[in-house]
């Protein structure tokens, strides 16, 4: 660890995989209700576990994006984070607010008050106080890693990766913003959602990725930022105006469908351009790098966010076939594959390689991290698979010969069963990975036996 002000990332880092572990096991309950409909409906309703299970994986995926930040922008601007102090008061403000949004929402507190109650729209149901604090929090890290930045050395890394920052940050403002019109309240809330996790999320994401391959290739670095360049340029061409694929049915002019269908067909391109990068820098490598983990993760990543994100994303995204699969167990199957490609296996990417440099060691239990990748990978595999079959099942039966949702819901039991057992495998190894990440090697254990002998 070349500077001393990187060791913020590793309590980013362990706050994430905590906040992992909840997101995880509360999405194994969510899907446990949709075999047994009725399981915790007194004591913990379907949709607060929902709510915990969504914001819970917005919480961990921006806790690992601002370790990432820490991390890595020293090295690239060549000097230490602006200041420390406001780093760690960043972090404790959003594991408070994550704290009181989650008691909010278990025991239904302040019920109808505009400050203190959690909101209806999704994935921004957090109250007003908890969304207030976010934005305290995003303004100290922004302030702290600009400063930085400005005062060190400019890199494409550290330039794409601060546009998506600031640009995730400045678009949760939208959350505040709440019409009374429904079709406006949606246009906008897709500011939030869509333009994050398809539009600044993916420069973060690109940034990160152009890093950890710049590390473990050895690629000279002029190569790497041409790549980085090409794949924000079609990443903000395609995904801007992509939006208007969640405009078909909301009420907004018909000229959507068009530019919808037209612009977020080219969403395929960024993903590809990812993958293609990968692999043709590891191709292109000099370097055998130790950590062979983090090089899995990474070649992972771009590869389950081309097919989550881009192939699935491609199959319902025209409107002629939206129309009937909008709102299906389709949409689900695209939406994690996607999330777990794009956003998941990147953070755990850069754990992986970060973890053994912030506490002083070789790379270690790579062989546990690998089989975690495996089984996360597979699992998840396997349930867009099962949500892919279920959903078309779904489409025919709901949307073609008009039965009605029950009916259709309980028809699709098994292929519910199937996913619950692809879910506990992505926990078993989600679990697994923390394990990895945070328990000893055997010989250091041996090796610190020794020396206190």
């Not at 000097?79 to 909010?104: C, D, N, P």
């Amino acid at each position: 660890m070349k500077y001393e002000t990187q060791k913020i990332a590793y309590w980013y880092f362990l706050a994430a995989m905590a906040v992992f572990a909840v997101q995880v096991l509360g999405g194994l309950l969510a899907g446990w209700v949709y075999v047994q409909p009725n399981f915790l409906a007194e004591v913990l309703p379907f949709n607060i576990i929902r709510m915990l299970h969504t914001n819970s994986l917005i919480v961990w995926l921006l806790l690992g994006f601002f370790g990432a930040a820490y991390f890595l922008i020293p090295e690239e601007a060549e000097r230490e984070m602006h200041s420390t102090k406001l780093a760690y008061l960043q972090l404790i403000i959003m594991l408070v607010g994550t704290a009181g949004a989650v008691v909010t929402y278990v025991f239904d507190l302040f019920q109808g008050n505009w400050l203190l109650g959690k909101e209806g729209r999704e994935f921004i149901e957090q109250p007003v106080w908890v969304k207030v604090g976010i934005v305290v929090a995003a303004l100290i890290f922004l302030y702290n890693v600009t400063m930085t930045v400005l005062k060190g050395r400019k890199t494409a890394i550290t330039n794409v990766l601060l546009i998506g920052l600031w640009g995730l940050a400045l678009l949760f403002l939208f959350s505040f913003y709440n019409p009374a019109n429904l079709s406006l309240d949606k246009m906008f809330w897709w500011y939030i959602v869509h333009l994050w996790v398809e539009g600044t999320w993916e420069l973060v994401m690109a940034s990160i990725l152009a890093y950890l391959l710049l590390k473990l290739t050895g690629v000279d670095r002029e190569i790497i930022e041409k790549w980085l360049y090409i794949i924000v340029a079609t990443a903000l061409f395609s995904g801007i105006l992509g939006t208007g694929h969640h405009y078909y049915w909301i009420g907004t002019p018909g000229y959507w469908q068009w530019i919808g269908s037209i612009f977020s067909s080219l969403e395929v391109i960024p993903f590809f351009a990812m993958m293609s990068f990968s692999f043709v820098m590891v191709w292109k490598g000099k370097r055998d790098h130790p950590n062979k983990a983090a090089l899995l993760w990474a070649l992972g990543a771009t590869t389950v966010a081309f097919f989550g994100a881009g192939v699935w994303g491609f199959l319902h995204t025209l409107h002629g076939v939206n129309y009937y699969t909008h709102g299906t167990q389709i949409t689900a199957a695209h939406g994690h594959l996607a999330f777990f490609g794009a956003y998941v296996s990147m953070n755990l990417a850069i754990i992986t390689y970060a973890m053994p440099i912030l506490l002083g060691r070789d790379p270690y239990n790579q062989v546990l991290n690998m089989v975690s990748f495996w089984l996360m990978t597979g699992g998840m595999a396997f349930m867009t698979f099962v949500l892919t079959f279920a959903g078309t099942i779904q489409t025919h039966l709901q949307r073609v010969l008009g039965e009605d949702f029950m009916s259709v819901q309980e028809s699709l039991n098994l292929f519910y069963l199937m996913r619950w057992g692809s879910g506990a495998a992505v926990v078993l190894g989600a679990l697994l990975f923390i394990y990895a990440q945070l328990a000893p090697r055997k010989e250091l254990i041996a090796q610190g036996s020794k020396e206190g002998a």
